[in-house]
Nanobody, 116 residues
Framework: QVQLVESGGGSVQAGGSLRLSCAAS????????MGWYRQAPGKQRELVAA???????NYADSVKGRFTISRDNAKNTVYLQMNSLKPEDTAVYYC??????????WGQGTQVTVSS
């Protein structure tokens, strides 16, 4: 069983920045693929960014150049640095851990609101 706790959400004006954190426990964190997803009202949950066990990131086209995903295996934590935020980034952001056994676990989500 993997437990994930997100933090760092909030309200900012367009152009501002936020950093999300996701603390994981219950598995060998360093082996897991970690991802950040978001879900806006009335829309499907979508992948924002992911980082594999080797530290290689992938990003959705909509956030490339603005968001940075990173991980600290010593702290069992994955981060999402979000810069140049836009109103369309408003959503609940979820952390996901995908284990080597093929199971995915979700955090409870954290709200990000960007005002124009």
């Amino acid at each position: 069983q993997v437990q994930l706790v997100e933090s760092g959400g909030g309200s900012v004006q367009a152009g501002g920045s936020l950093r999300l954190s996701c603390a994981a426990s219950g598995s060998i964190f360093s082996r897991n693929v970690m991802g950040w997803y978001r879900q806006a009202p009335g829309k499907q949950r979508e992948l924002v960014a992911a980082i594999n066990s080797g530290g290689s990131p992938n990003y959705a086209d909509s956030v490339k150049g603005r968001f940075t995903i990173s991980r600290d295996n010593a702290k069992n934590t994955v981060y999402l640095q979000m810069n140049s935020l836009k109103p369309e980034d408003t959503a609940v952001y979820y952390c996901q851990s995908y284990t080597t056994s093929g199971r995915g676990y979700w955090g409870q989500g954290t709200q990000v609101t960007v005002s124009s």
